[in-house]
């Protein structure tokens, strides 16, 4: 559709590294019980926290971009796993009540 | 991601090619498989469901995590006919994300005045299709009430796969519409896809109400679309 297609994540990833930034990719890869968003979803970062996308429609982007400038650094993934804030051990959480987990790589 | 892998799903995408990213989580390693490229094994078979279901997911083989992230085209929209009922639809398609094309040869119908901000073709079907082909990713609606212009688009919809097919008309009209189609060489099974009377049936009156009705029928044939295919498979 159209509004897929609009800020979309994936070319604005290749836009960043056709001018030589640094990008990190954040995807949904497994949900369970309510989402706020669909599994394939991506957040892009770059080395300035710049971001465009979202994989949890704002519950834990703070969380994933802080992670993502790791990854950017060190160049090696990361799986994030996030749930109801009193649940984990993460300080952060999905107030819906649902699970995610998230994979973060650097491209290239 | 490897910075190729990513350049050919964008690639893809733009060419409305349906395309999937596997991750190996192991060790991050990815490739990028099109849809019909043959990969062997159990990943092989667990790349086709996707492909078939649009739903990306993990999936195990061999003891490793492999993530595949399937993008299907997005769906296209070609109505056949600068109708009243087109007219209402162009604005609720474009804000229900579909991209909406209008397809008629009666150039006093479809004039940009009419149709403002919507891509609009006054040439006939057979010519346009054969420019811009239908894929299984298209839904064409047929809305002339002409056979000279509705019979072939509607024929190369079916040929085509589209998702949705639909054509305006009574039943009447319709049965003597399946006769032309039949006798042009379509198979029946393919004829019965035909959502006709068109659109959700709402007690529709007015054309911006019929234009809801076809929308929301062409909105259902696409959300709820695997599990027909799955069907298709079984």
Partial sequence: ?108 | MDPLSLKKLNAARAAREAIALVTDLGDGRDRVVKEGDPVAGELGDALARTFQTGKSGVVTVDGRDFFINVHLPPPRLVVIGAVHISQAMAPMAALAGYDMEIIDPRTAFATPERFEGVRLDDDWPEDVLKLRPLDPYCALCAVTHDPKIDDYPLKAALEAKCFYVGALGSRKTHGKRVERLLAEGVPQAAIDTIAAPIGLDIGASSPAEIAVAVLAQVIEAFRKREIVSGKAAA
């Fill in chain 1, 1 to 108: 559709m159209s509004e897929q297609f609009h800020d979309d994540p994936l070319k604005v990833a290749e836009a960043w590294m056709g001018e030589g930034r640094p990008v990190a990719v954040a995807t949904v890869v497994e949900t369970w019980g309510s989402a706020p968003r669909p599994v394939g979803s991506h957040l892009v970062i770059d080395a300035d926290s710049n971001f465009e996308g979202s994989v949890s429609g704002g519950c834990v982007e703070g969380a994933v971009i802080a992670d993502a400038l790791d990854v950017i650094e060190t160049g090696e993934p990361k799986m994030l796993e996030f749930g109801v804030a009193d649940e984990t051990a993460w300080r952060v959480g999905l107030s819906c009540g649902g699970r995610i987990r998230v994979y973060v790589e650097r491209i290239g």
